[in-house]
């Protein structure tokens, strides 16, 4: 796993980095933005913890450029100051999450753990190859029982491989996924040293073989050690979730994952139009520009149909034929018109981009099949997951209910936890909310035993508490809890949290489901 | 449809993935994907695919052009060539006949639908003796 901080304050980058280092991550500094970027462009990271008032180039920026350039590392925000505001702009920014500071660095490293858990399906605590298992909690490597002793390097060039179990690694691959950016790079000889004595502690407990070469590659985990065990595990995961799994689903939620990929490529169509439109305001017309415009909205008028944007096709469309046919002729000959055409250009382009702005509508009419079967998902606006909330306040469950509902979120509420199992293993939820205080063991209580559930570890949880004190938070985490939300609650940025988390479940359910069932689809 | 390969030549990331995934997904094909006619004209040179999805306008060279350079080709002149364009009017389903193309299917299209089309337009989905004579054009 590796991290970048971006921080401007060398005191927190210090203690930030000596406490990852001790953690068993791969860290990246950079103390501005512009540095940050350089280094968040070169190198693949699993989170980027940014700092919101940095130098040269500020952390929502940061954030912001990042999804629009297809980046999808897990970002954390480090932000001095407390308003709900400021965390709701860092959210939508596309940030994961967020930490205030002062904070304590217990509840932070233990946030950071249970956002990587929950940015990855990879990442879960405990990795296994067969009867391999990797500890991440622990930093323990064993195999059938049987410990292996390695160096902190080995221990993280096994993880990686255990991360990522098909794959070939070359020697520079590994460096660059293993070497921290400022640290003297080994050469090959050093990694093929490291391979060397794994190999070693491997065969000792019985597992020769596991690390094979691939000649002129590199090196994976030879395919006989891969059980099918691990496959069938996520499989039943995706059956769990309640959806059938068909092909024009996967396809809805491939292209709706492609739309996120490419969003920022019908972003830039759009700006070019809003140039053009700005330079004719002012009353220039730059040939160009004009046909650049023409181009790009062509290109749009062709594109976002495709992705359920019927109105944006529409829209891209007439602003085409608009600037074709009569932008010219209005601009040089009659300047009353060209007022008229500005107007008229200007509210064309005003409703695309809000057309744009509407995330979620990306869901919208994805697959329309010439046969006429409805649609997979009908409203634009609903994101389709279920929750299940348990809280002993009547007027706090109502309150969520109705505002996750009006979200288009299923809910299923319990006001104790008596009939809880009960009701998980029928109303099988995607998200689970869990009030802190619920009577005879406490909340916290009932979330360890989900976690230690294997038919339910995965299921992210979201605590509701009244106190925000340190201890509670610390126990939130300890206990496998993602997140937790203080009363009274705040509409917007319980909403705001909730939705975040379930479309990167969606997310990461998408790149399961393509993975684990594209193959049988395809033969 | 099982070992069946297609190139697809547009510029366009987001229409060359989704077409690749409606492909894959709901075809079964094996997709190859070019980004401009130069690209294109190699691949049809190199892999054979059994039909080739084409964009109109290619940075390079348009897809008429592109269409001419591989009928002029021997070795890729079987191949049968599907447009795929944003400006599709009744009256250019003459022409289109004339130049030789198979079909044209209209941008943008639904995901599920270009693979059903694509697929029509080949025969690949029935009968192949039952393949249109004249091109078919598709509305999207």
């Known amino acids: 796993m590796r991290i970048l901080i971006v921080d401007d304050d060398k005191n927190i980058v210090e203690v930030l980095t000596k406490l990852l280092l001790q953690q068993n991550y791969v860290v990246d500094t950079a103390e501005d933005g512009e540095i940050g970027w350089e280094l968040a462009e070169g190198w693949q990271y699993d989170l980027i913890l940014l700092d919101v008032m940095l130098p040269k180039l500020d952390g929502i920026s940061f954030c912001r450029r990042l999804r629009e350039r297809k980046n999808k590392a897990l970002v954390m925000l480090l932000t001095a100051r407390d308003s ?69 390097k080995e221990y993280l060039l096994l993880e990686l491989f255990l991360r990522n179990q ?19 790079p080994p050469n090959d000889s050093t990694v093929r040293s490291h391979i060397k004595n794994i190999r070693r502690e491997l065969k000792t407990v019985g597992a020769d073989g596991f690390l094979e070469t691939v000649y002129g590659q590199g090196y994976r985990i030879n395919p006989l050690f891969i059980s099918a065990t691990n496959n069938q595990i996520v499989v039943q995961k995706v059956q769990s979730s309640g959806k059938q799994v068909g092909k024009q689903e996967i396809l809805d939620l491939s292209v709706r994952e492609i739309w996120q990929q490419t969003k920022g490529l019908s972003l830039e169509r759009l700006s070019v139009m809003e140039q053009f439109l700005e330079t004719i305001k002012l009353g220039i017309f730059d040939e160009n520009l004009y046909q650049q415009a023409i181009h790009n909205a062509h290109k749009l008028a062709g594109s976002l149909g495709m992705f359920g944007f019927d109105s944006g096709s529409t829209l891209a469309r007439r602003i085409e034929i608009l600037l074709q046919v009569e932008s010219q002729f209005l601009l040089k000959s009659q300047p009353a018109d060209s007022r008229k055409f500005v107007k008229q250009l200007g509210l064309l382009v005003l409703k695309l981009s809000q057309v744009l702005a509407e995330p979620i509508q990306v869901s919208n009419n994805v697959l329309v099949p010439a046969t006429d079967t409805p649609p997979l998902v009908s409203d634009p606006n609903v994101i389709s997951a279920k ?38 293993r029928s109303s099988n939820p995607d998200f689970l909310i869990i009030d802190i205080s619920i009577p005879i ?35 939130v985490f300890s206990m496998g809890g993602d997140d937790y939300v203080t009363k009274p609650i705040v509409v917007e940025e319980i909403s705001t949290r909730i939705l975040n988390r379930i479309k990167r479940i969606e997310s990461i359910r998408t790149k399961i489901e ?4 594209k193959d049988e689809f395809i033969s | 449809m099982k070992g069946k390969r297609i190139l697809v030549i547009d510029d366009d990331e987001d229409i060359r993935e989704v077409a690749k995934l409606s492909l894959e997904i709901i075809a079964g094909l094996d997709v190859i994907l070019a980004r401009s006619s130069y690209e294109g004209l190699q691949k049809a040179l190199s892999e054979q695919p059994d039909a080739i999805l084409l964009d109109v306008m290619l940075p390079d060279m348009d897809g008429v052009k592109t269409f001419q350079e591989l009928q002029a080709n021997p070795v890729t002149k079987h191949i049968p060539v599907i447009l795929l364009t944003a400006k599709v009017k009744a009256s250019d389903q003459d022409h289109f006949a004339s130049l030789g193309f198979l079909a044209l299917i209209s941008k943008p299209f639904k995901p599920a639908q270009l693979a059903q089309q694509l697929l029509a337009s080949l025969g690949w989905n029935e009968c192949p003796a039952n393949l249109p004579k004249s091109p078919q054009i598709f509305y999207n």
């Open chain 1, 387 to 424: 929750i299940l909330l348990v809280d002993q306040d009547l007027e706090v469950q109502t309150t969520i209910k109705t505002l996750l509902e009006t979200l288009g979120l299923q809910m299923v509420c319990l006001q104790e936890q008596e009939h809880f199992w009960g009701m998980l």
């Open chain 1, 514 to 517: 393509i993975s684990y069932t």
């Open chain 1, 441 to 475: 063991n406490n909340g916290l209580a009932l979330c360890r035993s989900v976690r230690q559930n294997p038919d339910w570890n995965w299921l992210p949880v979201l605590f509701l508490t009244a106190n925000d004190d340190f201890s509670t938070r610390q126990q």
């Open chain 1, 166 to 184: 098909k794959r070939v690694y070359s020697c520079q691959e590994i460096i660059a996924h293993l070497w921290e950016f400022d640290a003297e």
């Open chain 1, 84 to 152: 709900t505001t400021d965390k709701l702009i860092g959210l939508d920014s596309g940030a994961d999450d967020y930490v205030v500071k002062p904070f304590n660095i217990l509840e932070f490293s233990a946030r950071i753990r249970a956002l990587i858990r929950r940015g990855s399906t990879s990442a879960l605590p405990v990795v296994t190859c067969g009867d391999l298992h990797l500890d991440t909690n622990m930093h323990e490597v064993a195999y059938q029982g049987k410990p292996l002793k390695c160096s902190r």
